[in-house]
């Protein structure tokens, strides 16, 4: 069965930085889409960041661009987050999708979209 694996969340101050890291499980994501989500109180949840396999293209909404940085190696996602707002306060998932990404290299920006999500891990910025 699929499992993924949240970990690195927690309370940093407005400025620093935090690496989150999901560790997928029960089959191999190379070929498949894989980025992080977040969601904040009251608001939708959002694509923060995703790579549509591997090897293929990036994207990062327009609010975290030159400040975040998503990398991929083997079943294992990262998000680097750097210089880091009050307002980046979010639960962050993690999610993976079942449709293969190689084939097109088009990003997928919506949740329903994506098949297998992590448990949720909270980033809070103080200032």
């Known amino acids: 069965q699929v499992q993924l694996v949240e970990s690195g969340g927690g309370l940093v101050q407005a400025g620093g930085s935090v690496r989150l890291s999901c560790a997928a499980s029960?089959?191999?994501?190379?070929?498949?889409?894989m980025g992080w989500f977040r969601q904040a109180p009251g608001k939708e949840r959002e694509l923060v960041a995703a790579k549509t396999w591997s090897g293929g293209r990036t994207y990062y909404a327009e609010s975290v661009k030159g400040r975040f940085t998503i990398s991929r190696e083997s079943n294992t996602v990262y998000l680097q987050m750097n210089m880091l707002k009050p307002e980046d306060t979010a639960v962050y998932y993690c999610?993976?999708?079942?449709?293969?990404?190689?084939?097109?290299?088009?990003?997928?920006?919506?949740?329903?979209?994506?098949?297998?999500w992590g448990q949720g891990t909270q980033v809070t910025v103080f200032s």
């Open positions: 029960g089959r191999s994501f190379s070929g498949y889409p």
């Open positions: 999610a993976a999708s079942q449709v293969e990404g190689w084939r097109t290299d088009i990003v997928s920006t919506t949740a329903r979209e994506y098949d297998y």
